[in-house]
């Protein structure tokens, strides 16, 4: 068949899903600034994105017939709206939270997902109106243009754009930088599509270069403002890093989350000292992180060896230039994961140092687990100490606090014979295999350790009743906090819920009416790609979330793990489309694998824990979006041709039905006859499509404007009017689930020769 012609429509739909997705992936860094690095933020973008984008689809069928008839001038409108619309989106989410919400205080979670979807809402809706346009638009120009290869460029779009923004974009550019570049393409694309130049499409292009530029060269001044003098600012491919100076004080922040702050002597001398003073002589010290005066209170114990971890090389350096990090004799920086070093490390260390955030995000929480611990407990010296924190509690220990101290105890205590609760500033956890002592200040006094906070005169809060209230208050019963079950991030879940007074039952509860509701109205083979819709998006989001406990730095790679899901639907849906046996069988069969897909997943987390390579989820990625693509065009053809029934769910201004030959007729008739329009369109003619007259289903406004029926043909009325209405610019789909049964009638043999003849 030769292929029709589009006018360069779908130059357009490839380029703006190598767009959307680069700006999807720009916003998860955005969120993620603004909340903290919560990871839950990344789930509530995607569900927003797909219901928004949804919706947007769904008000195509009905919009563009009756407000925007199909035209490639209002594409390239749209398009540049498209583009206004991603910067704007990005300048909403680091402006809008503090005008929304208070300054510096902690926001819920129905809060949260109301301000991701008020700023997501015009980009993603407008993102699922262009779709089906633009295959209106094609259309117009040819409307045998098969729905497919629309479906088709915009995935092959999402992948190039998914894989541009991981292997190159996010490692160079800052976000504004990175609109610019990915939408190059697009406003490019705008150029060739014919018949687009108007007044008002070049108008908006030259706004959107505007916009774009303008955010690319003030990208500093469009950060959200914080108390005190940003001294310096970069996006790293781990997170947004900012130095602020407030009151003389510097600060490190990474994703809004203070990293390290200056020279803090009391909270420095809880967490060298208390730890060290059960060692004789630490000789090899092992950092992960740091606080502000950590290394002058490590340099008094003149170790030999001292090894300081960051993931980020960007943190260090910023460390160091702006004297948060004090160098000292033996110290080595290594840039690198701290679970990824120990698990290749072979050195012993005399102690083991985690001064960390708060447990409250799974790239935290996965050094207060028991695969870290047990690391840990691997790489110590006999002898040695490991130790890690949360924050301070006051006398009173709420319950939750209390579950979460009981937790990582027992989960410290599966692998160290002794953990002991010290009060502070932190809650420090000591963990060792030998008896410790808790007269912390008159050890100091013995190793001739100078301090100024911790001393025999005045030990703070490291007194015998605090350090017996405190190491009394564990629960024996609390489980463990593990990688794959963490305990922690649960209890940080109820907790962040329980401030603020709120509940996540109401959304189950709202979103399991809604899609019922929905369920209600829909097909079987609609069913089908419904389910295996979730199944991609479910197992996107597990393998995101198990990304993130493991390796923990989710955002350098969340783009590839994006790309693993969106390379595998393409090949999926040409095998799919070229099947030839039993569809419903196959697609029962589909079903059946994703589910063993799910399972044989299952099975490697528990067995492989945190020993399972990042290859297993990437083929898991690839696996379950090729089992999706291949249903998608198999849940089409079982309701008739892949192509008509995509244009079906686009809408149509004329429908046809399918013809039953059998059903009415005896066998020979039906040998005799020449059945057509049994699984598409008729076509007998070699131009256009067209449907039978007793199946055709048409719009009044179409057929009144057409003027119905053209009474001067003698016959073939139905074959010129569909010719009409697909040239005057209306699209004709086929609609399987309507059948028309046809009976023939047969002329008996006469000896009139004109009538020598079965007449059907």
């Known amino acids: 068949m030769k292929r029709p012609h589009d006018g360069g429509v779908r130059r357009v739909v490839v380029a703006t899903g190598i767009a959307s997705v680069a700006v999807q992936l720009v916003c998860v860094r955005e969120y993620l600034a603004q909340f903290q690095g919560n990871e839950i933020v990344i789930a509530l973008i995607f569900f927003c994105w797909l219901v928004f ?39 909403a989410i680091r402006w809008l939270r503090d005008l929304v919400f208070i300054h510096g205080t902690s926001v819920g979670f129905y809060s949260t997902l109301g301000y991701v979807a008020m700023t997501l809402f015009p980009y993603a809706l407008l993102v699922g109106f262009v779709l089906p346009y633009s295959l209106s638009v094609a259309r117009y120009r040819s409307a045998r243009y098969p729905g497919n290869w629309i479906y088709m460029a915009d995935n092959a779009g999402d992948v190039a754009g998914a894989a541009i923004f991981s292997f190159v974009l996010v490692h160079w550019l800052t976000p504004f930088q990175v609109l610019l570049v990915v939408h190059l393409p697009l406003l490019a694309s705008l150029l060739l599509l014919e018949s687009a130049i108007s007044r008002r499409s070049a108008a908006a292009s030259v706004l959107a270069v505007v916009v774009l530029v303008t955010g690319a060269v003030f990208e500093d001044r469009l950060l959200p403002s914080r108390e005190g003098r940003r001294l310096y600012y970069a996006e790293s491919r781990y997170g947004r890093i900012e130095v602020i100076e ?111 955030p708060e447990p409250e995000t799974y790239q935290v929480n996965r050094f207060y687990t028991a695969g870290f611990f047990e690391l840990a407990k691997n790489h110590l010296a006999p002898g040695g100490v490991f130790s890690f924190g949360i924050d301070g509690v006051a006398n009173y220990i709420s319950e939750i606090r209390q579950q979460k101290l009981s937790s990582l105890a027992n989960t410290a205590g599966t692998y160290f014979s002794h953990v ?52 009394d208050a564990v629960d024996p019963g609390i489980g463990r906090n593990l990688d794959l079950s963490p305990r922690l991030m649960r209890l940080a879940f109820v907790g962040w819920l329980a401030r603020h007074g709120e509940s996540s039952c109401w959304f189950a509860l709202a979103l399991s009416v809604a899609a019922l509701a929905y369920l209600t109205r829909i097909t079987r083979p609609q069913w089908v790609l419904l389910t295996t819709g979730c199944v991609n998006i479910g197992a996107e989001m597990v393998t995101i979330f198990t990304f993130q406990t493991l390796y923990g730095y989710v955002y350098l790679q969340i783009g590839v793990l994006v790309t693993v899901f969106l390379a595998g639907l393409l090949p999926g849906a040409w095998a799919g489309g070229r099947f030839t046996g039993n569809r419903r069988r196959a697609l029962m069969t589909g079903d059946l694998l994703l589910c063993l897909l799910l399972v044989l997943f299952a099975l490697i987390l528990v067995v492989a824990r945190q020993g399972m390579p990042g290859m297993v989820l990437y083929g898991f990625g690839l696996a379950v979006s090729f089992c999706c693509g291949f249903q998608f065009p198999l849940a089409l053809m079982v309701s008739g041709d892949s192509a008509a029934a ?41 131009f256009l ?44 789909a086929f609609v399987p689930d309507a059948v028309l049964g046809y009976r023939y009638r047969c002329l008996l043999y006469t000896s009139d020769a004109a009538d020598d003849e079965y007449n059907v």
């Open 53 to 91: 984008g949804g919706v947007g689809t769904v008000a195509a069928k009905g919009f563009r017939t009756r407000v925007l008839q199909p035209s490639p001038t209002i594409l390239a409108f749209l398009s540049c709206l498209l583009v206004i619309f991603s910067v704007s989106q990005v300048v």
């Open 689 to 732: 499509p067209y449907a039978s007259g007793g199946t055709l289903g048409v719009r009044r406004s179409v057929a009144l404007g057409l003027g119905g029926f053209a009474e001067d043909k003698a016959y073939a009325e139905d074959v010129d009017f569909c010719w009409r209405a697909q040239l005057a610019g209306h699209t004709l």
């Open 420 to 471: 002991m609760l010290m009060p502070g500033q932190r809650l420090l956890f000591v963990c060792r295999d030998r008896p410790m002592r808790t007269d912390i200040p008159l050890l100091l006094e013995q190793k001739g350790i100078d301090t100024r906070h911790i001393h025999r005169y005045f030990a703070g809060d490291l007194t015998g009743q605090r350090i017996r209230q405190l190491n």
């Open 246 to 356: 407030s009151a003389g004080a510097v600060s490190i922040f990474s994703d809004g989350v203070p990293s390290l702050f200056s020279q803090d002597p009391t909270l420095a001398e809880e967490i060298v000292h208390i730890p060290l003073s059960q060692v004789d002589r630490p000789r090899r010290l092992l950092l992960v992180s740091a606080v502000g005066g950590m290394m002058a209170e490590v340099a008094k114990y003149r170790p030999d060896r001292v090894d300081y971890v960051e993931l980020d090389p960007l943190t260090a350096q910023l460390q160091l230039r702006f004297d948060l990090l004090t160098p000292i004799r033996g110290l080595t920086v290594i840039a690198q994961d701290a679970r990824a070093y120990l698990s290749h490390a072979s050195t012993r260390y005399d102690a083991i140092l985690v001064s960390l």
């Open 646 to 686: 995509a244009a079906h769910s686009f809408s149509a201004d004329l429908v046809g039905a399918a013809i039953d030959h059998a059903r009415l007729n005896t066998g020979w008739v039906v040998e005799a006859a020449s059945p057509v329009q049994t699984d598409g369109l008729s076509d007998g003619h070699g």
